[in-house]
T-cell receptor
Framework: DGGITQSPKYLFRKEGQNVTLSCEQN?????MYWYRQDPGQGLRLIYY???????QKGDIAEGYSVSREKKESFPLTVTSAQKNPTAFYLC??????????????FGEGSRLTVL | RKEVEQDPGPFNVPEGATVAFNCTYS??????FFWYRQDCRKEPKLLMS???SGNEDGRFTAQLNRASQYISLLIRDSKLSDSATYLC?????????????FGSGTQVVVTP
């Protein structure tokens, strides 16, 4: 079945450590996104990528980094520079790279807790 | 002011009743509008797009009011399984690719 796979689902990190969240899709989508969701808040865009080897900062990119070396993969690294990294991280993809398509397909999310 | 605002609720609805709620947006140039559903601690999933003429999908009706800059969602004959948080999503102009704006969600709780 086609879809988006995020791993790990739950992750605990000590302060000062970098951590990488995996996102893989087999939907053959060009566009991929990373969002962050905090309790009682909407999703906020961290980074997005319209095509392989290209990505753009979203609204809250500071303290995060991404790569897009393969169409299927868009990993997110939460660095020690991110001041408040505890959150629910959602990866998504869409079929359109010209304009946001009508539907975003989300992975099941990764819940990061910094101890 | 947030770009997309929603009443967080919760809206407590008896099973079988009708519930409706709105979402206001600040960018008058916004072009596309959607409702997503998010279950507790799960990922959002598209519920329906919102078209200018209004649209219906079974028990769900979505409407757009461009003059007052809001969209609405109405759920008829509520089921227990409709309990969820409903996210309003608005896209920007063609100059803001990727700039989907999410509301913080309206929680609906359907009670027996």
């Amino acid at each position: 079945d086609g879809g988006i796979t995020q791993s790990p689902k739950y992750l605990f990190r000590k302060e000062g450590q970098n951590v990488t969240l995996s996102c893989e899709q087999n939907l053959n989508h060009d566009a991929m996104y990373w969002y962050r969701q905090d309790p009682g808040q909407g999703l906020r865009l961290i980074y997005y990528s319209q095509i392989v080897n290209d990505f753009q900062k979203g609204d809250i990119a500071e303290g995060y980094s991404v790569s897009r070396e393969k169409k299927e993969s868009f990993p997110l690294t939460v660095t020690s520079a991110q001041k408040n990294p505890t959150a629910f991280y959602l990866c998504a993809s869409s079929g359109s790279r010209v304009f946001p398509s009508e539907e975003l397909f989300f992975g099941e999310g990764s819940r990061l807790t910094v101890l | 002011r947030k770009e997309v605002e929603q009443d967080p609720g919760p809206f407590n609805v008896p099973e079988g009743a009708t519930v409706a709620f709105n979402c206001t947006y600040s960018n008058s140039a916004s072009q596309s509008f959607f409702w997503y559903r998010q279950d507790c601690r799960k990922e959002p999933k598209l519920l329906m797009s919102v078209y200018s003429s209004g649209n219906e999908d079974g028990r769900f009706t979505a409407q757009l009011n461009r003059a007052s800059q809001y969209i609405s969602l109405l759920i008829r004959d509520s089921k227990l399984s409709d309990s969820a948080t409903y996210l309003c999503v608005v896209t920007g102009t063609t100059d803001s690719w990727g700039k989907l704006q999410f509301g913080s969600g309206t929680q609906v709780v359907v009670t027996p």
